[in-house]
Nanobody, 117 residues
Framework: QVQLVESGGGLVQAGGSLRLSCVAS????????MSWHRQAPGKERESVAT????????NYADSMKGRFTISRDNAKNTVYLQMNSLKPEDTAVYYC??????????WGQGTQVTVSS
């Protein structure tokens, strides 16, 4: 079992930046992949970025490429999402997801990001 806790959300003006963090905790956790997803009001949850914990391989949704950067700190069991050049359409609840080495998937509670125009 793993617990994921996100932080770093808030209110920012368009063009600004935010860095989200997601800390994983639990007994003897082994995580293969962590990712960020987001869900805007009235819309389905969508993938933002993914990173493999062992090799740091990354993947991004097309609309986030060049603006968002996912990274990890294995020693801290933490994954980050650096978001630059934010747009009002980036407003959403951002969720952290972890896939354990045994295939079990876990979600964080989400952090709100609001971008004002």
């Amino acid at each position: 079992q793993v617990q994921l806790v996100e932080s770093g959300g808030g209110l920012v003006q368009a063009g600004g930046s935010l860095r989200l963090s997601c800390v994983a905790s639990g007994d003897s956790i082994c995580i293969s992949t962590m990712s960020w997803h987001r869900q805007a009001p009235g819309k389905e949850r969508e993938s933002v970025a993914t990173i493999t914990m062992r090799y740091g391989n990354t993947n991004y949704a097309d609309s986030m490429k060049g603006r968002f950067t996912i990274s990890r700190d294995n020693a801290k069991n933490t994954v980050y999402l650096q978001m630059n050049s934010l747009k009002p359409e980036d407003t959403a609840v951002y969720y952290c997801n972890g896939i354990l080495c045994n295939g079990v998937r876990s979600w964080g509670q989400g952090t709100q990001v609001t971008v004002s125009s």
